[in-house]
Every structure is written in C-alpha cells, then in structure tokens.
C-alpha cells in the first residue's frame, strides 16, 4: 500500500484528478485507481477501457479497498473508520473505556509467560485486522508488530495487550493520514532502533518513517533478523534499511513521471552510526556489517541520501521501536500530522491554522520555529527545521 499513499500524497501536491474504476472479467476482479492532471485525459481513458472490459465509473475516489478517502483544495485525508469500527463490534468492545496509549509504557511480552490461551483462533483473527488497520495508522504499527510475533502459541497477556490497542483505537477511529497540497516535493526520512528489545530472543527492533514534504507515505516497525553486539552496528542496519525504502519510493515516482531533483534527508540520533554512513574509510570494526556500509554511503556518494542528526526528543521514528509514555507518544504522533476527519472542522479550522503556521518553504520554517504560541501539532517538521537552521548558520560563519 505504500505505492498508493505515495501516489496520494503526489496527487495533493500537484492537483492530480483520483478517479475509481470497478473492473470484472476474467483476468481483472476489483479496484483501479487512476491518477492524472487532465480531466479529458481520464474520461478518454475510462471510455478506452470500457470498450476492452466490463467496468463500473465509481467516480471521484472515496472508498478504496477499505480506505476512506475525503479531499478538499488543501488537503487529501486517508483513514479506515468504518472498518475500526467493524473490528471494535467484532471483539465486543465498541463500548468500551479508551486507552491513551496503544500499549503500556515500556511493556515487556514474553512466549513463555502467563496461561496459554486454549483457543487461539480469536487471537489470530484480531491480529490479521489489526495488521491491516496498519496501513493508515502508524500510531498502533510497534503494538501490532509486537503482538503478531505469538501467533503460534498466544498467552493471556498478549489477548490483554491486543485489547488495550482496541481501547486505543475506541478514543478515535476516524483517525488517519493527511496528505497536504501545499508541501514541498521533498522525501525526508527518519530511522531509529532498539537495541536488545525482545528478551526471548535479544534481537533489535528497526523503525523507520518516510514523509513527502510533510506527509507520511511509508513507515515500519520490524525485529532485526540477527543479534547484533553493539548499539552502533544495531542503529546502522536501522539506517541501511531506510536507505532501501527511499531508494523504492524514488524509483517508483520516476516511474510515475515525477522527478524529484534533491537529495533525500535521512535523519538519525546516532553519531557513530552517521559517522560510519560518512566516513569513507572502513575499520576493523565495522567489517561484521561492511553489506550495510555500503548500502549507505554508495546512496550518499551518489548524493541520493544525505545524513542528519536529529535530537532524541524529536526522533520520529521512536515511537516505532517501543512503547512509549503518554507524553512523548502524544507528541511524536502530532508531528506524523495524523488527522481525525470527523471531528468539528478538522479540515477545516484546524487545517487552516496549520497551513497558515507551517508552509514548507525554508523562509516559513524558520518563522515557525520562532513561534512561541505554537501548538505541538504545529511542529511537524522540527527535525528538519533545524537542520535548515545549522546550515543557514554555518554559511554565515
């Protein structure tokens, strides 16, 4: 699905017309989505297509495999209320006492610990839902992802922990991704691990998140396949792992014709690791993951990536590598511009004052970096503000 969102998010930004087909014959069964700046080039299209197979013009895009799309002049929103809320009545819990978070804070989850649940059938089916709902709602992707590693023998705590990511998404169903018409074309990245974290098995989790200017396309929470024996060689996999995921995203829109001309930004909190990612030189050390160098550093020679620091506090993608506190949860999916459509004037009001604070262009970052009364919601790009900043500062010294 990540082709679709990125597909979403080019179509905010330059206006592109989303028209929905429904395709059935032989070889087609479903869903085909068109994208193209050309009204008349659509409808020419539609008419070519219906003279070769049996189709329905559903119309403008609403509803796409599940995925609720709503879209005004300034922005495309993506969510899956309908389905959360189909999932929520399947469990039994539609009316039961929203979780702020998708998972407690710093949860440990073991294969060996607590009573082993006699049916495993509900769990399973839960945990497929729940993966799907993934696909708009980066918010639960470490819950689920963690979850989903004891399909094969789920214990009471597990069910438990399952719930409370459906008491999670009780609080809001409706929410979902926002894909803006007024950002810049500008992939930015930010990847981060955790070292250890399973404690059956000591291996690392990688996270990452790929934004289109400002709007989340592709994003992932997944345990490493090996034990690593340092944090750096951890945080570098981490690294070499986005660096594929940006190379796909750039492929697919040249693709899809759109050029996109600068340097991808892959922001990091580790200093060893984007010292490897620029050192040129190998050391003894860093032999065990050479493959990973070179994935890296060949992409920033090639000037495809280039390699930021970036704060703790402002590591986007913390949130999926563990569970974290109401607090920094809260704050790291404000700055994923994640939108609840059905609350009042979401696209609206709300959207409104967040474009008027927070254009992508360099002169309007700095602006709203200085903004005291800024909400947090408002600080999206924190990140990448600052690196603006250092490098405005380093050119005046």
């Not at 996109?260 to 030189?281: P, T």
């Amino acid at each position: 699905m990540v082709s679709v969102k990125v597909l979403l998010a080019i179509a905010a930004i330059k206006g592109w017309f989303l028209s929905q087909l429904d395709v059935n014959n032989a070889f087609l069964h479903g869903d085909v989505l068109i994208a193209c700046n050309d009204k008349a080039e659509v409808d020419r299209f539609k008419v070519m297509l219906d003279d070769k197979f049996k189709l329905k013009d559903l119309g403008d895009l609403k509803y796409f495999l599940g995925l609720e799309v709503a879209r005004s002049d300034k922005v495309i929103a993506l969510c899956q209320r309908k389905y959360t809320l189909e999932v929520l009545n399947d469990a039994g819990l539609l009316g039961c006492k929203s979780a702020k978070t998708p998972m407690k804070h710093n949860l440990k989850l073991s294969k060996i610990e607590g009573e082993e649940l006699k049916d495993p059938s509900h769990y399973r089916r839960l945990m497929g839902k729940l993966l799907y709902l993934t696909i708009t709602r980066p918010d639960i992707t470490f819950a689920v992802h963690k979850l989903n590693q004891f399909m094969s023998k789920p214990r009471r705590p597990h069910l438990d922990a399952a719930h409370r990511v459906l008491q999670y998404l009780k609080g809001e169903p409706g929410k979902g991704l926002m894909f803006s018409s007024g950002t810049d074309l500008h992939l930015k990245a930010f990847a981060d691990a955790d070292w250890a974290a399973c404690p059956d098995t000591r291996r690392s989790v990688t996270g990452y998140s790929i934004f289109i200017g400002d709007s989340l396309v592709s994003w992932k929470s997944k345990k490493q396949s090996i034990v690593s024996k340092s944090l750096a060689e951890v945080e570098y996999r981490s690294m070499a792992v986005a660096t594929c995921e940006i190379v796909w995203i750039l492929y697919f829109l040249k693709d899809i014709g759109v050029n996109h001309e600068k340097e991808a930004l892959l922001f990091y909190d580790n200093q060893a690791a984007l010292h490897i990612g620029s050192n040129l030189v190998f050391h003894e050390r860093t032999k065990h993951i050479e493959i990973d160098c070179y994935v890296v550093k060949d992409k920033v020679l090639e000037k495809v990536i280039k390699l930021n620091h970036v704060r703790s506090n402002c590591q986007l993608a913390d949130m999926l590598t563990k569970a974290l506190n109401h607090n920094q949860f809260s704050n790291l999916t404000s700055k994923m511009r994640m939108l609840n459509i059905y609350t009042p004037t979401a696209l609206e009001g709300e959207y409104q004052s967040l474009s008027t604070k927070t254009k992508i262009s360099s002169k309007s970052r700095r602006e709203a970096s200085n903004t005291e009364d800024q909400a947090p919601v408002h600080r999206v790009v924190d990140p990448i503000i600052e690196h603006k900043q250092q490098a405005v500062t380093s050119e005046e010294q």
